[in-house]
């Protein structure tokens, strides 16, 4: 099985920007559908993006809407979440994560085969 791997977190300050990617090693993604989930302490892991490839159509939480920007790439095998205009309650570990064919982009126990994740921390 694909093992996804993320990267790019960090700290950074807010208003800042940051790309964090999502790459297959060991293979390809085998699903069409991926999405980026982030869990803060405390907290539940919630949905944060969808991309479905190839149509390209996106589905954003509201809290990042207009600020973050999924795309993949299925040449290079990565999917990435650009993510500007930074704050402090965008700080959580961010997984991304293949969806099951036909379920919900909103909920967890749609998705399979998450990665280890990547710590974004935003600081005053």
């Known amino acids: 099985q694909v093992h996804l791997v993320e990267s790019g977190g960090g700290l950074v300050q807010a208003g800042d920007s940051l790309r964090l990617s999502c790459a297959a090693s060991g293979g390809t993604f085998s699903s069409t559908a991926m999405g980026w989930f982030r869990q803060a302490p405390g907290k539940e892991r919630e949905f944060v993006a969808g991309n479905i490839w190839p149509a390209g159509n996106t589905y954003y939480a509201d809290s990042v809407k207009g600020r973050f920007t999924i795309s993949r790439d299925n040449a290079e095998n990565t999917m990435y979440l650009r993510m500007n205009s930074l704050k402090l309650e965008d700080t959580a570990v961010y997984y991304c994560?293949?969806?099951?064919?036909?379920?919900?982009?909103?909920?967890?126990?749609?998705?399979?085969?998450w990665g280890q994740g990547t710590q974004v921390t935003v600081s005053s």
């Open positions: 994560a293949e969806k099951k064919y036909g379920s919900s982009w909103y909920v967890e126990d749609s998705y399979y085969n």
